[in-house]
């Protein structure tokens, strides 16, 4: 037995060995990598501009000291990208960006945001250039900004402009006895259309058509002026598939060249003035960014500008990078309008919406803080349903042209599956002390009296939200129920009807926010702070140095597009209560 026992003891001793020994490990290569940052920039350098991992606007900051620690090589939000080429301008050892076969997973608006920023880089005197093998149409109005193009002899452009498409689920419900049983307000609320229809609405397709369209305008509009080619003409190319060859493209001047990778860095050398057998100097944009300070302005003024990142889906509970949690909001929000130093509040808005109840919360909280200092919303790709519920009480609003937003209107949906069941031989019973103490079973047809409940909170919310509109906007109800109704707008038409005030960037928000609080110099600040544990974020990001991210694992193994659907259904089973949701995603293809 004592053998046995010394056995067990040695055993255990070499697994807490080990277990420090990782550890240990761990955190040296954390400290280790905090030291070298610094990636240093060397003469005559162009930065690649690779957007490959970056999504997010913020990739965050955490409450733990050992989550700080360990997310140093965590990837850079899509703000410090801006950031970073704004200090590239007056950088002298910077002497242009290069753009190399540069896929990325940008919204429309981080597009238009990304390809104007180029624009201003150009103006410094500076030359963007770009190369693909096969360009799709978000990566070519991106790269349309280069002063040359060039694109492989085998390759392909897909410029056709842009499509939505809707799955409707009736059928399959009736077929497998699954059912969605849904209230609404709003007759473009048409994220619960796919499950009441096996076609799309004249609603649906009036508002989407005209989203595309207002897109398209941003976008053609953007190309023919980078590209000097006509308007029309570039329409022309879309409807015709004009560029679909590498001759065809060189041809309507879309591309500049036909050629290969290495005759594509040939031309840079040339232009950096280096010998043909040397390699240029290079820094990635990850690095250059770390390199710079993330402060857009004020050196060492005492004066702040908070930015709130509010993006993902409004969920409720303490909220991540990915998901709106009336938690971190509440503190970001409170800590803005406690802290002396904080003159001002940027709310950055990049949500399709979701709880109605946190939405109202979030509210509050933004409510209060415009009491004492003003609060300019800045929208990314979206801000709608519950992502303009947050926004339309800010002493300002200012969206990207290509910004999704409005979409004012509430829906439930509740799951019953009673013919399912009855098919798979499965029968329930109920015993209840009251009338309505059962409320709502997926097995049972839905009860009359709790829809007619559910219908009177849904109608309530809707009230309310209209009301939080008219109030914040200063219209009547009737003007706000008019372009309500769940219908969805880009910023350029919600300028036209009164949902914003302003179309610009994220760095527009920032200066009308400095100029409401009468400052001229200034420093930012990001929030929220996530209250997240080391376990918990090793445990969903690539705090490990060595490992891939749960998320890049996905990517890598279901592909770009699967990966998205699989998040779609993952956030649509963590839904609760009544929701105000965009009615469905586009992105440019």
């Not at 955490?62 to 410090?80: C, Q, R």
């Not at 978000?138 to 900004?145: A, D, L, P, T």
């Not at 409807?239 to 591309?255: F, G, I, Q």
């Amino acid at each position: 037995m004592k053998f046995l026992g010394n056995v067990l003891a040695t055993l255990i001793g070499l697994f807490v060995f080990f277990m420090l020994l990782f550890f240990g490990l761990m955190i040296f290569g954390a400290i280790a990598g905090s030291g070298s940052d610094t990636v240093k920039v060397e003469s005559n350098s162009v930065i690649e501009l690779n957007l490959d991992n970056i999504t997010l606007d913020y990739t965050g900051k955490y409450t733990d000291p050992w989550v700080t620690l360990f997310s140093n090589e965590a990837p850079i939000g899509f703000t410090d990208v801006l950031n970073a080429l704004d200090a590239a301008k007056s950088d002298s050892k910077i002497k242009g960006v290069t753009l190399v076969n540069s896929s990325n997973s940008l919204g429309l608006a981080q597009s238009k945001a990304l390809r104007d920023k180029l624009v201003e880089f150009k103006k410094s005197g500076k030359f963007v250039v770009s190369y693909a093998n096969y360009f799709t149409q978000r990566e070519y109005y991106i790269n349309s900004v280069a002063d040359t193009i060039y694109v492989n002899p085998v390759g392909e452009i897909d410029f056709k402009g842009l499509a939505s498409e809707v799955m409707f689920f009736k059928d399959i419900q009736e077929k497998t006895g699954i059912k969605m049983e849904v209230i609404r307000h709003g007759k473009y609320k048409s994220a619960v259309e796919p499950f009441l229809s096996s076609e799309m609405s004249p609603e649906n397709r009036e508002q989407i058509l005209a989203l595309l369209n207002s897109a398209w305008e941003t976008i053609a509009k953007d190309i023919s002026e980078s590209r000097k080619i006509p308007l029309d003409s570039v329409n022309q190319i879309a409807h015709n598939l004009s560029a679909r060859t590498p001759e065809m493209a060189l041809n309507k001047k879309l591309v500049d060249k036909i050629g290969y990778e290495d005759e594509f860095h040939a031309g840079i050398k040339k232009a950096l003035q280096v010998e043909k057998d040397d390699d240029y100097n290079k820094i990635s944009i990850s690095d250059y960014a770390r390199n710079q300070s993330l402060s857009l302005s004020g050196g060492s003024s005492k004066n702040k500008i908070a930015i709130i990142y509010a993006q993902g889906e409004i969920l409720g509970g303490k909220g991540d990078v990915n998901v709106i949690g009336e938690g971190a909001m509440r503190n970001a929000l409170q800590e803005a309008r406690t802290n002396d130093k904080i003159k001002a509040v940027v709310l950055r808005i990049d949500s399709p919406g979701g709880s109605a109840l946190t939405s109202e919360l979030i509210w509050r909280e933004i409510e209060l803080t415009k009491k004492t200092k003003p609060v300019v919303v800045s929208m990314g790709n979206l801000a709608a349903s519950g992502g303009y519920y947050i926004a339309c009480n800010a002493s300002k609003i200012i969206a990207e042209p290509s910004t999704i937003t409005g979409s004012i209107g509430v829906f439930g949906v509740l799951p019953n599956m009673t013919e399912f069941s009855k098919k798979i031989g499965i029968n329930t019973s109920q015993v209840k002390t009251h009338d309505n103490a059962m409320g709502y079973s997926p097995f049972q047809p839905i009860d009359e009296k709790f829809k007619s409940v559910t219908t009177e909170s849904v109608e309530k919310i809707y009230t309310t939200f209209v009301n939080r509109v008219a109030s914040g906007r200063k219209m009547t109800y009737e003007q706000v129920d008019a372009i309500a109704q769940g219908r969805i707008w880009t910023g350029t038409e919600a300028l036209k009807i009164g949902l914003v005030d302003q179309l610009g960037s994220l760095d527009t928000a920032i200066a009308e926010a400095a100029k409401l609080a009468k400052l001229k110099e200034f420093k930012t600040e990001n929030f929220p702070e996530f209250d997240k544990t080391l376990m918990e974020f090793l445990n969903d990001q690539n705090g490990i140095p060595f490992a891939r991210s749960k998320e890049r694992m996905l990517k890598d193994e279901l592909g770009e597009e699967n990966y998205q659907t699989l998040q779609q259904l993952k956030r649509a089973t963590s839904r609760t209560g009544i929701q105000m949701l965009l009615p469905f995603e586009i992105r440019i293809q």
